[in-house]
């Protein structure tokens, strides 16, 4: 398997989460492509830890649906899973439409501001084609929603099956099919503001039922696994 070029990349703390999140960001942005045979002394290697925290991070990203795990042999990054996707969208999507209903009651002018900000940093992002801004930034945006929520198992619903649709959403933001998300965003932000919850809840379906034309494609370009 290929070792990213940065090495002992994890803190000493949390190893088991940092392991977790670097191999995930890894998987995410496509470093370890769809297919990829993982190796955990490899990747203990890479991130300098132990086997362990990286064998529970891999158990972690099973999950998740990043990892598939045959016990004895092998363990691979998943291959685009065209049902897969289509679950974690709908899921996905349903989450985001309830952190809008629960949030949207209390939200306040400075995370109104929080959104409006990262929206800004995402257009940014496209016109430089900046990929992983992009992506952090669709992430802080709708962050702010999810955090104003205080729904805890939303948050957990949410952190399982989002990296999943990071990957393809790394293609959308990639091509021009991305910058329509900008003014999408513009549109949630005008009906929180208007304190309109069913508009705002509509207009978060619209944009992440953006993903669906690319289900298809993503599956072609990564290799099919219905």
Same mark, same amino acid.
């Given at each position: 398997?290929?070792?990213?070029?940065?090495?002992?990349?994890?803190?000493?703390?949390?190893?088991?989460?940092?392991?977790? !999140?670097?191999?995930?960001?890894?998987?995410?942005?496509?470093?370890?492509?769809p297919g990829e045979r993982l190796n955990d002394g490899d990747l203990a290697q890479w991130l300098g830890v132990s086997r362990t925290p990286v064998r529970e991070a891999l158990t972690r990203l099973e999950e998740a649906? %990043?990892?598939?795990?045959? @016990?004895?042999?092998?363990?691979?990054?998943?291959?685009? =899973?065209?049902?897969?996707?289509?679950?974690?969208? #709908?899921?996905?999507?349903?989450?985001?439409?309830?952190?809008?209903?629960?949030? %949207? @009651?209390?939200? #306040?002018?400075?995370?109104?501001?929080?959104?409006?900000?990262?929206?800004?940093?995402?257009?940014?992002? %496209?016109?430089?084609?900046?990929?992983?801004?992009?992506?952090?930034?669709? =992430?802080?945006?709708?962050?702010?929603?999810?955090?104003?929520?205080?729904?805890?198992? *939303?948050?957990?619903?949410?952190?399982?099956?989002?990296?999943?649709?990071?990957? *393809?959403?790394?293609?959308?933001?990639?091509?021009? #099919?991305? !910058?329509?998300?900008?003014?999408?965003?513009?549109?949630?932000?005008?009906?929180?503001?208007?304190?309109?919850?069913?508009?705002?809840?509509?207009?978060?379906?619209?944009?992440?039922?953006?993903?669906? @034309?690319? %289900?298809?494609?993503?599956?072609?370009?990564?290799?099919?696994?219905?």
């Amino acid at each position: 398997m290929p070792i990213p070029a940065r090495a002992g990349v994890v803190a000493r703390s949390l190893l088991r989460d940092d392991a977790f !999140r670097a191999i995930r960001d890894a998987i995410v942005n496509g470093t370890l492509a769809p297919g990829e045979r993982l190796n955990d002394g490899d990747l203990a290697q890479w991130l300098g830890v132990s086997r362990t925290p990286v064998r529970e991070a891999l158990t972690r990203l099973e999950e998740a649906g %990043l990892v598939r795990t045959r @016990p004895g042999r092998y363990t691979m990054v998943s291959p685009l =899973d065209l049902r897969a996707l289509r679950g974690a969208q #709908s899921v996905t999507t349903a989450m985001h439409e309830l952190a809008v209903r629960e949030a %949207l @009651p209390n939200l #306040s002018t400075a995370e109104l501001d929080a959104m409006r900000a990262a929206n800004a940093r995402f257009a940014r992002a %496209l016109r430089d084609d900046d990929v992983d801004a992009a992506v952090a930034a669709d =992430d802080d945006f709708h962050g702010v929603l999810v955090g104003a929520s205080a729904n805890a198992a *939303l948050r957990s619903v949410l952190d399982q099956f989002t990296p999943a649709l990071r990957r *393809l959403e790394r293609l959308r933001f990639a091509s021009l #099919s991305g !910058r329509g998300s900008v003014a999408q965003h513009e549109r949630i932000i005008a009906r929180c503001a208007a304190g309109d919850v069913e508009g705002a809840v509509a207009a978060t379906r619209a944009n992440w039922q953006t993903l669906a @034309p690319l %289900l298809d494609t993503a599956i072609d370009a990564g290799g099919p696994d219905t």
